[in-house]
């Protein structure tokens, strides 16, 4: 069984300024993702990331980055020039490439941008 | 195109009623996943569906939740008897398929059912 965890309950960032969220995970799998969901108070959950784990360039999207060091199962989120609009709950979820494969999540990281 | 659609919004009942949940999965999308979003779970994993195939049904937490997916498009939910314990987000999420690319295995969700018994 895969497991996730984020150690980070809650923090917070500047405006503007970078932030970076922590998520590692334990896994026998060879062949998988990552992915980083964010889930604004209107709670919806939206894709933010993804990651393939056969990939070593670190994925991008815009002002969000991951770091992935697959050898120390650890994966990352960095978030550049913060906005308000990033305020939200942000879940690390993981997906072995099988048929079927659910989705396991961390226990989610609340992320406040302040004015 | 639309995304995925789930109702009601919110749902609030009684103790030992039945409740229904749907979702309505982007369209062309083949596979079909429930999860439950709780507090002190956090969230799991619920059942799957994958075009005609046999639902995968391990995360159903009792035989009280059942699922169905008709014509391959909308899913219904079922939880009889609630509990208070049953509270909680269900979200529903859709891919296109399984086993392609990583852009077509990738879930994405509804805004969810906020399920409150009394």
Same mark, same amino acid.
């Given at each position: 069984?895969?497991?996730?965890?984020?150690?980070?309950?809650?923090?917070?960032?500047?405006?503007?300024?970078?932030?970076? #969220? @922590?998520?590692?995970?334990?896994?026998?799998?060879?062949?998988?993702?990552?992915? +980083?969901?964010?889930?604004?108070?209107?709670?919806?959950?939206?894709?933010?990331?993804?990651?393939?784990?056969?990939?070593?360039?670190?994925?991008?999207?815009?002002?969000?980055?991951?770091?992935?060091? =697959?050898?120390?199962?650890?994966?990352?989120?960095?978030?550049?020039?913060?906005?308000?609009?990033?305020?939200?709950?942000?879940? $690390?979820?993981?997906?072995?490439?099988?048929?079927?494969?659910?989705?396991?999540?961390?226990?989610?990281?609340?992320?406040?941008?302040?004015? | *195109?639309? *995304?995925?659609?789930?109702?009601? @919004?919110?749902?609030?009942?009684? =103790? *030992? =009623?039945?409740?229904?949940?749907?979702?309505?999965?982007?369209?062309?999308?083949?596979?079909?996943? +429930?999860?439950?979003?709780?507090?002190?779970?956090?969230?799991?994993? #619920?059942?799957?569906?994958?075009?005609? @195939?046999?639902?995968?049904? @391990?995360?159903?937490?009792?035989?009280?939740?059942?699922?169905?997916?008709? *014509?391959?498009?909308?899913?219904?939910?079922?939880?009889?008897?609630?509990?208070?314990?049953?509270?909680?987000?269900?979200? $529903?999420?859709?891919?296109?398929?399984?086993?392609?690319?990583?852009?077509?295995?990738?879930?994405?969700?509804?805004?969810?059912?906020?399920?409150?018994? #009394?």
């Amino acid at each position: 069984a895969q497991t996730v965890t984020q150690s980070q309950p809650e923090m917070s960032v500047q405006e503007a300024e970078t932030v970076t #969220l @922590s998520c590692t995970y334990d896994t026998s799998e060879n062949n998988y993702y990552l992915f +980083w969901y964010k889930q604004p108070p209107s709670r919806q959950m939206i894709l933010v990331i993804r990651q393939e784990a056969y990939k070593q360039q670190n994925a991008t999207e815009n002002r969000f980055s991951v770091n992935f060091q =697959k050898a120390a199962k650890s994966f990352s989120l960095k978030i550049s020039d913060s906005q308000l609009g990033d305020t939200a709950m942000y879940f $690390c979820a993981f997906m072995k490439r099988h048929p079927g494969s659910m989705l396991t999540f961390g226990g989610g990281t609340r992320l406040m941008v302040k004015p | *195109g639309a *995304g995925v659609s789930q109702s009601p @919004s919110n749902k609030v009942t009684e =103790k *030992g =009623k039945d409740v229904e949940l749907r979702c309505d999965p982007i369209s062309g999308h083949t596979a079909l996943y +429930w999860y439950r979003q709780s507090l002190g779970q956090g969230l799991e994993f #619920l059942i799957y569906f994958q075009g005609n @195939s046999a639902p995968d049904k @391990s995360g159903l937490p009792s035989d009280r939740f059942s699922a169905e997916r008709t *014509g391959g498009s909308v899913s219904t939910l079922t939880i009889q008897r609630t509990q208070q314990e049953d509270s909680a987000v269900y979200l $529903c999420a859709s891919s296109l398929e399984v086993r392609a690319s990583p852009e077509q295995e990738t879930q994405y969700f509804g805004p969810g059912t906020r399920l409150l018994v #009394l």
